[in-house]
T-cell receptor
Framework: DQQVKQNSPSLSVQEGRISILNCDYTNSMFDYFLWYKKYPAEGPTFLIS?????DKNEDGRFTVFLNKSAKHLSLHIVPSQPGDSAVYFC?????????FGQGTELSVKP | NAGVTQTPKFQVLKTGQSMTLQCAQDMNHNSMYWYRQDPGMGLRLIYY???????DKGEVPNGYNVSRLNKREFSLRLESAAPSQTSVYFC????????????FGQGTRLTVV
């Protein structure tokens, strides 16, 4: 059973608009959540994170929202830029374990 | 700064052969991880080591073994490779405090024929 799910395999957005990437999880014991960005032939790189005791964390153009009651988190990118085109993974942590979702491929069109 | 280093970068194996994927980190991190990435499946956790001297199964441990050789090194062994183990393998490490980000290596592309 997939404990962390990203149900949208792909998303296409116009440059300058908002990109919203979604992630759902099933394990209520997860206490830390992260978003990663991945380009082809490279390892994933960390983008932004949020503790389970918070509901929002912002870093420049990136904001992560956490809804614990719905077991849902989202990543907002505003404004979207062509360089943001990549695969985005959400991840959830419980103790030493770190579980990732399937990824969403974001394409930002000029 | 090297960060997380994986070797080799590419490997082709025949079915039934064995090999060890090497991973080393120079950030003095406690936790280390092995993932595999397959199309449509995302990054799936194979094994992890929360601290030196401990290892635990992840989501897809069958067919793999790991060794946490010391704090720096965490190796992944395929005893008898199968075509289903064709994948891109990523090693990651994570700092002393648990709620921090993990840093990834560049990956090993493994093909089993």
């Amino acid at each position: 059973d997939q404990q962390v799910k990203q149900n949208s395999p792909s998303l296409s957005v116009q440059e300058g608009r908002i990109s919203i990437l979604n992630c759902d999880y099933t394990n209520s014991m997860f206490d830390y959540f992260l978003w990663y960005k991945k380009y082809p032939a490279e390892g994933p790189t960390f983008l932004i994170s949020i503790s389970s005791i918070k509901d929002k964390n912002e870093d420049g153009r990136f904001t992560v929202f956490l809804n614990k009651s719905a077991k849902h988190l989202s990543l907002h990118i505003v404004p979207s830029q062509p360089g943001d085109s990549a695969v985005y993974f959400c991840a959830a942590s419980q103790g030493g374990k770190l579980i990732f979702g399937q990824g969403t491929e974001l394409s930002v069109k000029p | 700064n090297a960060g997380v280093t994986q070797t080799p970068k590419f490997q082709v194996l025949k079915t039934g052969q064995s090999m060890t994927l090497q991973c080393a980190q120079d950030m003095n991190h406690n936790s280390m991880y092995w993932y595999r990435q397959d199309p449509g499946m995302g990054l799936r956790l194979i094994y992890y080591s929360a601290s030196e001297g401990t290892t635990d199964k992840g989501e897809v441990p069958n067919g793999y073994n790991v060794s946490r050789l010391n704090k720096r090194e965490f190796s992944l062994r395929l005893e008898s490779a199968a075509p289903s183990q064709t994948s891109v393998y990523f090693c990651a490490s994570r700092g002393g405090v648990l709620n921090t980000e993990a840093f990834f290596g560049q990956g090993t592309r493994l093909t089993v024929v």
